[in-house]
């Protein structure tokens, strides 16, 4: 195989990929989110055969609809879910940020030797399974818990804290589970900044916080957006830490959307709210991938 083909082979392997694990199934998703709820196997209609006629797709074509996605813009509950989970994700990602960045900093700036101990010891959760960890974080908050226990038997406290089925329980399991996802971001882009130019900043009579803010921060911007990004995005879906750590008062749409698909059955309005998530979340990243490509292109 020539070097042609195999750049060709090398670059078309991704696309694929792409196709595959995400294009196929979400055109899948979607025509779902444009059927009608239906009590059968599966639980919509039309279904699509391979078997049928040309004219039997035409006609099943003619029976899609976007009723689904008037419900779902038009149903509070919804909306509310699709709120709460951004102010829930916006409010962990930024806790998450202002803890990361200086655990990240810390971590570039230690021995070069002790680097892979202290990125070992940020990944070293994931050796523990998911579920386990937020199972664990019920018997740490609950009123009987570890927390209030050490807290009474401090003095801290005269009374047991509520903390377990709130917001507050759903935001500790949120910074606790998905630190490492802002952590490893920083800290490559921390490790490649060039100390030179803070020295330099310092020679010609910047303070260290001056020299953070001007220096180190916008060079380090590129991380601090991964990061924020690899949070944000799988927070607004969470299922897991809100359903075990969250209250009844306590709503995301990831918790909605498994409601719909497995309570409910309801898969048509399940899609919708899928595909409405997708597009609320994978928007952004483009505007800013477009952004980053213009001022790439401005720059050269």
């Not at 082979?9 to 199934?25: G, M, Q, R, S």
């Not at 004219?55 to 813009?73: F, H, P």
């Not at 940020?97 to 002790?114: D, F, I, K, N, T």
């Not at 719909?260 to 483009?286: K, Q």
Request: glycine share 8%; hydrophobic share 55%; net charge neutral.
């Amino acid at each position: 195989m020539t070097d042609r083909a195999t750049r060709r082979v090398t670059i078309l392997v991704p696309y694929l990929w792409l196709v595959l694990f995400f294009l196929v199934p979400f055109a899948i998703v979607a025509k779902m989110s444009l059927s009608q709820v239906a009590t059968a196997v599966p639980p919509y209609e039309p279904v699509f055969g391979l078997g049928d006629g040309l004219a039997s797709w035409r006609d099943k074509l003619g029976q899609l609809s976007l009723g689904n996605y008037g419900v779902v813009t038009g149903d509070a509950l919804y909306v509310d879910a699709f709120v709460s989970s951004l102010r829930i994700a916006a409010i962990g990602t930024a806790i998450l940020l202002v803890l990361g960045y200086p655990m990240a900093h810390a971590m570039a700036r230690a021995p070069e030797r002790l680097r892979p101990l202290l990125v070992m010891a940020v990944i070293l959760p994931f050796w523990t399974s998911f579920l386990i960890r937020v199972y664990a974080w019920i018997g740490i908050l609950k009123p009987e818990g570890l927390l209030n226990e050490a807290l009474l038997g401090l003095g801290l406290i005269g009374t047991r804290l509520q903390i377990a089925n709130t917001e507050a329980a759903v935001l500790i399991g949120v910074v606790y589970s998905y630190l490492p996802f802002m952590v490893l971001p920083l800290y490559a882009a921390l490790e490649r900044l060039d100390r030179t130019l803070l020295e330099a900043a310092a020679d010609l009579g910047c303070s260290p916080v001056g020299a953070f803010w001007r220096i180190t921060v916008p060079l380090t911007l590129p991380g601090i957006v991964a990061g924020c990004f690899l949070c944000f995005i799988p927070i607004t879906g969470e299922v897991v830490i809100p359903d075990l750590l969250g209250g009844s008062e306590t709503l995301m749409i990831g918790k909605t959307l498994w409601t719909e698909f497995f309570a409910n059955r309801d898969w048509p309005v399940a899609s919708a709210v899928a595909v409405l998530l997708l597009v609320v979340l994978v928007g952004p990243i483009m505007v800013y991938q477009h952004l980053q490509a213009r001022q790439l292109e401005a720059a050269r």
